[in-house]
């Protein structure tokens, strides 16, 4: 049973920076995506970053939504099943539930991150709760 965790939110000023952490355990697929989604409420879940690799000895590679380049920087421990999302310069409107989300790097997901997309949310099966990154003046 994979089970997804994310820690690491919590209340800075704007400018501040913060360091997400996304757990994964019980995976046992070779290749994988993983992807960061934030929703504030009332709005739909928004992609943030992911970073996806086809397997062992492949690269991985990210991508990122135009608020998140240059801002925030997604990495990761693939052997550890532990993601991150560095979070810097944050602003107002970067507050948002943060989500953690992954599942196989399958044809469709390769279809939208070789255009440099993230895939759409419902393309992953496997959800964390959520951690809460609150930015204030």
């Known amino acids: 049973q994979v089970k997804v965790v994310e820690s690491g939110g919590g209340a800075v000023e704007v400018g501040g920076s913060l360091t997400l952490s996304c757990r994964i355990s019980?995976?046992?697929?070779?290749?994988?995506?993983v992807a960061w989604f934030r929703q504030v409420p009332g709005k739909e879940r928004e992609a943030v970053a992911s970073i996806d690799s086809a397997g062992v000895g492949y690269v991985n590679r990210t991508t990122y939504t135009e608020s998140a380049k240059g801002r925030f920087t997604i990495s990761g421990d693939s052997a550890k099943g532990i993601i991150y999302l560095e979070l810097t310069s944050l602003r107002l409107e970067d507050t948002a539930m943060y989500y953690c989300a992954t599942d196989r790097l399958t044809i469709g997901k390769d279809r939208h991150l070789g255009r440099g997309a993230i895939p759409p949310a419902s393309d992953f099966a496997f959800w964390g709760q959520g951690t809460q990154v609150t930015v204030s003046s």
């Open positions: 019980g995976y046992t697929f070779s290749s994988y995506c």
